[in-house]
């Protein structure tokens, strides 16, 4: 059996790279990416505690959390594929200059 | 010495015909389907080349209607050399097929040959070979975009597309068959339909969702639309050569069998009935199970001669407003029919 | 049925690999320069993770990842990337200080993460199928183990095939 904390160490050091991604990069599909890592060690955080503690909430808590995911997922890469189009760009420092 | 080797020989023996190695090794998995891709690919030129009164394959094995065509296609794709062009990825240009090819292997681990006979038997057992079925079309997208090729490009997208739409009615027919027989564990499914009669007749809404997604995903003719040659050579395998051309024309056929397998599981009784000479060894029930799962795939390879290609936004119209509907339409039969169950 | 002892932990390995997996992509995600590549690698991200899910008991929510989050979500986003032109690569801001922030939030959660572990040995409820993955890998971990060694050989097979592209 292994320790359960090494589920939530994995799940940290996931979450530094996410944020290290998400604070470094400025094209916009890369920090989409930045922040789907950042919900798989949220999600791997959340499991291993439901697994621990043997608490069955939890179960649904993931597979609702996993369901939205996927719904943010569409409406986010389809706002990219929009300013792609608009801007033939993804850079984020340049969407504040959007107008209309 | 002799003790020795006779020692050897039994536990290898053993080890061979245990479920763990022979299965995904042997019967259901590579041999048999190697056997099964010869056979089938030859069957589909010959049916095709009777229907338009041609002779088909002739020359190979005259005496025996060029049945041995197909061996000496595979020997030509072995030994004829892998150009990789230069405009290509390189790496995912190699890897992406062969980890492709492995993961449609996949889902043939999890389904189970007889009773006793399982490699893997799990309580989610039917689920866990819909989610490998699922890794296929990522893995499809990759190798499209590694050719670097106009129509290896649009072949991948095309598959992209008919992927988000079949995965739904795909899941959902399955699921309305657990639902049938309560179950996510294979062999109990087959067992409850060995008590109560197969899934076709009690679902054959669920049954020929499931067909159409079968023909739908693997792209077989009226569907052929990712892999159309009259339009793009041979969609996302077009840049590839030799041994690796040889394995992205098998794997479309490898998905084809392994949905057949897991469609007579779910609706033909899988290995039922298990009759006299059968019975003697927990493989040999298997052999049914194949029999039915080439069955399946023989009528899907014998569509191509009746009927011609839709376009591809004819087959997402139908994909979202039929099988979907469908789909969900069996879902509801289903648990009808546990009502009414439950209450006669 | 003959029983299979393994000299090996096979849990831990499991364990091990897919951790590694998991954070290399992680990684590699953010790192390299092509989108697709970088869609790719969060692709296995999604499945390093579910194979810790089975790991820890929850194989229902593990099937779940994989099929909703991995065999869609992802190839949403992989899909999508394919249609972009590969983008220019852009010169980051505070390489050293975002490096910094992030290991100092990974800390920070990790000695959090640690404190909770330590106060909470509350058990409620059994659950399911908390029992299933080490039946499975003690029962089925040779199965297992086929597949991982199939893909290894043909890893290997696919090196070979790409060196002697390279050096002719």
Do not use: C
């Not at chain 2, 390189?90 to 890897?95: D, F, G, S, T």
Request: charged share 15%; no cysteine; glycine share 6%.
């Amino acid at each position: 059996m292994i320790n359960p904390y090494l589920y939530l160490l994995i799940s940290s050091v996931l979450f530094g790279i996410g944020v290290y991604g998400i604070l470094s990069k400025r094209n916009m599909i890369r920090m989409l990416l930045s922040a789907e890592i950042l919900f798989n060690s949220a999600l791997l955080a959340l499991v291993s505690f439901t697994s621990y503690t043997k608490n069955v909430y939890g179960y649904f808590l993931v597979f609702l959390a996993v369901g939205i995911a996927a719904a943010e997922v569409g409406v986010l890469v389809s706002l990219a594929i929009l300013l792609y189009r608009r801007r033939g760009d993804i850079d984020v420092m340049e969407v504040d200059k959007l107008k209309g | 010495m002799y003790d020795l080797i006779n020692y050897l020989w039994e536990t290898g023996l053993n080890l061979l015909f245990s479920p763990e190695i022979f299965e995904p090794l042997v019967f259901p998995g590579l041999i048999a389907a190697f056997s099964l891709l010869i056979v089938v690919i030859w069957l589909e030129r010959k049916i095709a080349a009777i229907i338009q009164m041609r002779y088909g394959p002739y020359y190979i094995s005259r005496h025996t209607e060029g049945a041995l065509q197909l061996v000496a296609d595979l020997l030509r794709f072995l030994f004829s050399e892998v150009i990789i062009p230069k405009s290509v990825d390189k790496i995912a240009y190699v890897l992406a097929p062969i980890i492709l090819f492995a993961f449609t292997f996949l889902p043939i681990v999890v389904i189970p040959v007889s009773k006793d006979f399982a490699a893997i038997d799990h309580e989610y057992s039917l689920l866990i070979a819909l989610a490998l079925m699922t890794l296929y079309s990522s893995f499809l997208l990759i190798v499209s975009w590694a050719s670097n090729n106009k129509f290896s490009f649009i072949g991948g997208l095309r598959e992209g597309f008919l992927s988000l739409s079949y995965e739904i009615p795909l899941i959902i027919s399955a699921l309305s068959a657990a639902v049938l027989f309560d179950s996510f564990n294979l062999i109990e499914i087959v067992e409850k339909q060995a008590a109560m009669g197969w899934g076709i007749f009690y679902n054959p809404l669920a049954a020929i969702v499931f067909l159409v997604v079968i023909i739908y995903s693997t792209s077989r003719y009226p569907y052929e639309i990712a892999e159309a040659e009259s339009e793009i050579v041979i969609g996302p395998f077009t840049e590839y050569t030799g041994i690796l051309f040889g394995l992205g024309m098998g794997i479309s056929y490898i998905k084809l069998y392994s949905m057949s397998l897991l469609y007579a599981v779910l609706f033909l009784g899988g290995w039922e009935p298990v009759v006299w000479p059968l019975n003697l060894h927990p493989v040999l029930p298997g052999i049914i199970l194949f029999i039915k799962a080439f069955i399946i795939v023989a009528f899907s390879v014998f569509l191509r001669a009746v009927y011609p290609r839709y376009r591809i936004d004819q087959a997402l119209r139908i994909a979202w407003w039929k099988l979907f509907t469908l789909a969900f339409l069996s879902l509801l039969f289903s648990y009808g029919i546990k009502i009414i169950e439950v209450m006669g | 049925m003959i029983e299979f002892n393994f000299l090996i932990p096979i849990e831990d390995t499991i364990f091990l690999f897919s951790a590694a997996l998991l954070l290399i992509s992680a990684v590699l995600v953010i790192e390299l320069r092509s989108h697709v590549y970088a869609a790719f690698f969060l692709e296995m991200v999604g499945l390093a993770n579910a194979v810790l899910f089975a790991l820890q008991g929850l194989a229902l929510i593990a099937i779940f990842q994989l099929v909703v989050y991995v065999g869609a979500t992802v190839t949403f986003i992989l899909f999508s990337v394919l249609m972009f032109k590969e983008a220019k690569p852009v010169k980051p801001r505070f390489k050293l200080l975002d490096l910094l922030i992030g290991a100092g939030i990974a800390g920070l959660l990790a000695v959090g993460a640690f404190s909770i572990y330590k106060v909470s040995p509350t058990a409620g409820k059994p659950s399911l199928d908390v029992t299933l993955p080490e039946k499975i890998v003690s029962e089925y971990g040779l199965a297992l183990f086929l597949v991982f060694f199939t893909l290894l050989t043909t890893l290997i097979e696919a090196l070979v095939l790409a060196r002697r592209e390279v050096s002719s």
